[in-house]
């Protein structure tokens, strides 16, 4: 049973269009994080949160927006969507283990912005 | 910012031998060293870790050396098999109260060949 899950796995977009990309955890976990992947760039962090009710911007969080309204759940929200986010969006939650995050990826969405 | 580079981007190997995948860091904060392994079209997951209060770190096949004098840690995999066959990324981050910001690395694409 995946521990992790995000909705939708796949999701065409047009430009200047709203997209949520939602991400579920029964890990129990208080960090959560968005990702996106892009070739030559790894991943890249967008946002992050330590438990409900709080975001955090990432390395890269322009054009974006988070939302953690419990602790299972974070969206990732594009309110103008461009074609430059086009993407693999991954989330994660983390463990603290030691002081130190080990994070549990979700499958993945493929987000296309015409 | 702070970056982890992967040296290699591709690294092919014939199946038996052994791989090393190094990667470089500059936060000299840096405490904590996660690989993860991406199979094609697939999710990542955590293969091994490091944390900065030991130098080396075995686990089954995989082990994972740090040099922190070089900034500097690496990924070594024994006896390879295809299933090893993946794109791993190196990741680092500092220690932080609530979890951490992991930075990845581009990743590296090993191919183990029969």
């Known amino acids: 049973e995946a521990a992790v899950t995000q909705s939708p796995r796949n999701k065409v977009a047009v430009t200047g269009g709203k997209v949520t990309l939602s991400c579920n955890q029964t890990?129990?976990?208080?960090?959560m994080y968005w990702y996106r992947q892009d070739t030559g760039h790894g991943l890249r962090l967008i946002h992050y949160?330590?438990?409900?009710?709080?975001?955090e911007k990432g390395d890269i969080p322009d054009g974006y927006k988070a939302s953690r309204p419990s602790q299972e759940n974070f969206s990732l929200i594009l309110e103008l969507a461009t074609p430059s986010q086009t993407s693999v969006y991954f989330c994660?939650?983390?463990?603290?283990?030691?002081?130190?995050?080990?994070?549990?990826f979700g499958p993945g969405t493929r987000l296309l912005v015409l | 910012g702070e970056k982890v580079e992967q040296h290699e981007s591709t690294l092919s190997v014939r199946e038996g031998d052994s791989a090393v995948i190094n990667c470089t860091y500059t936060?000299?904060?840096?405490?904590?060293f996660p690989w993860y392994k991406q199979e094609a079209g697939k999710s990542l997951h955590f293969v091994i870790d490091?944390?900065?209060?030991?130098d080396r770190k075995q686990s089954q096949r995989l082990t994972v050396l740090l040099d922190k004098k070089a900034k500097r840690f690496s990924l070594h995999i024994t006896a390879t098999q295809p299933e090893d066959s993946a794109i791993y990324f190196c990741?680092?981050?500092?220690?932080?109260?609530?979890?951490?910001?992991?930075?990845f690395g581009i990743g590296t694409l090993l191919s183990v060949k029969p």
């Open positions: 490091i944390r900065s209060n030991v």
């Open positions: 949160s330590y438990g409900a009710g709080s975001t």
């Open positions: 990741a680092a981050s500092r220690a932080g109260s609530s979890g951490n910001k992991l930075i």
């Open positions: 994660a939650s983390g463990a603290r283990t030691g002081g130190q995050d080990t994070q549990y």
């Open positions: 936060d000299t904060a840096s405490s904590y």
């Open positions: 890990n129990n976990h208080n960090n």
